[in-house]
């Protein structure tokens, strides 16, 4: 049930996920917007 928590569909595809965001699915949501923000 583990693997589960890694493979949440809130979270973004995992190449737009950072080490910093993964912790916490708001924090991967804000890093997510930031991402697009920059482009």
């Known amino acids: 049930?583990?693997?589960q928590s890694d493979?949440?569909?809130n979270r973004p595809p995992p190449?737009?996920?950072?080490?910093?965001?993964?912790?916490e699915d708001t924090i991967s949501f804000f890093g997510f917007i930031?991402?697009?923000?920059?482009q």
Not at 15 to 23: L, R, S, W
Not at 34 to 38: K, Q, V, Y
């Open 34 to 38: 930031l991402i697009l923000a920059r």
């Open 7 to 9: 493979h949440n569909p």
């Open 15 to 23: 190449e737009f996920q950072q080490p910093e965001y993964i912790e």
């Open 1 to 3: 049930m583990s693997d």
